[in-house]
């Protein structure tokens, strides 16, 4: 049986940049519980790593914070002006 994915997208500079988490770890992101996942994705052509820290408490006023190599800051906001969809992998 498929399992649920959750897809968070967030603008990073002009294109998109997502991260894929399971359904628990979803719940507990919105229960306020610190998470972080790193993807290796393309930016205009070179490989960054981002990581998308949800809840950090490093970023108390922003729920979810992208960051990419070296600490470049590529979104920082709310987990609520992310795109939120549910796939089955």
Request: net charge negative.
């Amino acid at each position: 049986m498929p399992k649920r994915v959750v897809n968070v997208t967030v603008d990073v500079g002009y294109e998109n940049h997502s991260v894929k988490l399971t359904l628990g770890e979803w719940k507990r992101v919105n229960a306020g519980v610190f998470l972080e996942r790193s993807v290796k994705d393309r930016y205009e052509g070179e490989m960054f790593t981002y990581v998308f820290s949800f809840n950090s408490p490093r970023h108390v006023n922003h729920s979810l914070v992208v960051e990419y190599d070296e600490g470049g800051e590529g979104f920082l906001g709310s987990i609520d002006d992310a795109a939120v969809s549910f796939d089955k992998s």
